[in-house]
Structure formats: structure tokens, C-alpha cells
């Protein structure tokens, strides 16, 4: 299971670098403008150049609406920006063809610039709350369109949870269905150290966070902590010893850097 953890700024970033053998990813978001909110092209620059080479940059493109174009436009100004993994939040389709047409947008707009990036249709476990596309159709509609890997997170902040949202078993389920297609499956939403093992038995391949790496596990007025990173990643590494069956799978090979 690979670990991404979503810096706000450069001062995060610098932060994440500290800790960087503990982490596999750095995202760059903007907590303030929602749940994958999309943060300022010179800042997913700079936080390129603060974080090492060898560290792939994610960069969320918003908790998007439903306008194709614009959304594409956004994704191509994050890769031209310098991510290699770009994540888009469905949360103005309230249909999987939506959600398909604007992926395939991002897609095309991101593939044509660099054939290698990574791109993430990302749902959210509590779509009921805010009407957008049920999660267990993600791992379609980032098939049909061409995406790399379907991601849950959660949309609305409010301290409820991934879980609570999406039982243990459903989520086996979205991960069963993103393998069935080749796809990554990642997984968010105010995650916990206590959830990491059954997040490792269900086979997840990303697992990101925020909150549990901050000080006072708050996402918006906490700090992401060097020493926190290290000890949410010894947990993972505890219950990939417990359960190697969950994670000897062959998906990381689609992970770029």
C-alpha cells in the first residue's frame, strides 16, 4: 500500500521532505476550497522543486463541476504545472456518462502532453449527501474513460469518516472492481492509524491522508508533523507484515514517478 499525504503549501511540502522515506506520494491541494480542492500552479511548482526527485506530485484539480473543458484545461495547467498523478473530484456529475465525458476530457488533455501521467477519477463515499455519482460506479467510469485509478474520499468535512460512509465491505468491493479493471484503487477520507488494517486485508493500493498526520488530527488548522508521517507509516508496514497476501499484488507497476 502506497502512501499519499497532501500538503497546503511549500512549508507542508518541506515538511513532507523531512519524512520522505515514509511517504510515496505528495499532494498538492488546498483544504480551504473543499475536499480535493485545487491549489495555485506555482505552488504545485514549488513544491516540485522542495520535495525529492524521486517522490512522485499529485495535484488535485477541485471538487469539479460538471464542464468538460474547463475541467480539462484545469488538469492539462496541473501537469504542465509539474504533477505527474492528477486527481479530479466528480462532484457536479450526478451520472456516470457525466462523469465519463469529463474524465475522458482530462485524460485526452493530460495523455497528450505526457503519455506517462497518472490520472485518478475520484468519487466521494458520502456522493448521497451531495448527489454525485454512487462510488461503486468510479471503477467504471475510470475504465470507460481511461483513467489510471478510481479514489474515494469523502466530500463534506464535518468529522464523520470514509467508513462511516462506505463499510469496510463495500469498500472490498470498489477495490475488487477497480483490480477487475487493471486500475489502482485508492482510498481517503479522514483516515485513521485504526483503519489501516482493514484497509490492508481489502487490498488497497493508495491510501491517503492528511488529518492523521497533522497536529490534533485537524486538516485545516493543524501542521503536518515529520514524526507523525513516520508513525503512520509504521503502522501500514505493521499490517503489510500481518497480511502479505492482501499486498503481494501486481498494481504498483502502473505507480509513475
Not at 500500500?1 to 497546503?8: A, T
Not at 488548522?221 to 503502522?235: C, K, M
Request: glycine share 8%; charged share 25%.
Amino acid at each position: 500500500m502506497l502512501l499519499l499525504i497532501s500538503p497546503d503549501g511549500v512549508e507542508e511540502a518541506l515538511q513532507c521532505a523531512k519524512a520522505a522515506e515514509h511517504l510515496d506520494i505528495v499532494d498538492v491541494k488546498k483544504p480551504d476550497e473543499g475536499s480535493l480542492g485545487a491549489n495555485y500552479p506555482w505552488v504545485i511548482r514549488e513544491i516540485r522543486a522542495a520535495v525529492p526527485a524521486d517522490k512522485p506530485v499529485s495535484a488535485t484539480v477541485g471538487d469539479v463541476p460538471f464542464k468538460p473543458g474547463t475541467v480539462a484545461q484545469a488538469a492539462l495547467g496541473a501537469a504542465v504545472s509539474g504533477a505527474t498523478y492528477i486527481k479530479v473530484g466528480l462532484y457536479g456529475c450526478t451520472t456516470p456518462e457525466q462523469a465519463i465525458e469529463v474524465m475522458r476530457g482530462v485524460v485526452r488533455a493530460v495523455k497528450d502532453h505526457r503519455p506517462d501521467a497518472f490520472v485518478v477519477a475520484s468519487g466521494y463515499a458520502d456522493a448521497h449527501r451531495i448527489g454525485s455519482v454512487n462510488p461503486l460506479a468510479l471503477p467504471d467510469v475510470a475504465r470507460r474513460s481511461g483513467s489510471d485509478a478510481a479514489m474515494l474520499d469523502t466530500a463534506i468535512k464535518d468529522g464523520t469518516r470514509l467508513f462511516d460512509h462506505v463499510p469496510p465491505e463495500v469498500c472490498a468491493e470498489f477495490v475488487r472492481l477497480a483490480h477487475q479493471a487493471d486500475l489502482l484503487a485508492a482510498l481517503a477520507g479522514s483516515v485513521t492509524r485504526a483503519d489501516l488494517g482493514a484497509l490492508t486485508r481489502i487490498g488497497t493500493d493508495i491510501v491517503g491522508v492528511r488529518g492523521a498526520v497533522c497536529e490534533g488530527g485537524d486538516r485545516n488548522s493543524g501542521r503536518i508533523q515529520p514524526h507523525l508521517v513516520a508513525a503512520f507509516r509504521a503502522e501500514m508496514d505493521r499490517h503489510a507484515r500481518e497480511h502479505p497476501a492482501a499486498t503481494a499484488d501486481n498494481h504498483r507497476s502502473k505507480v509513475v514517478s
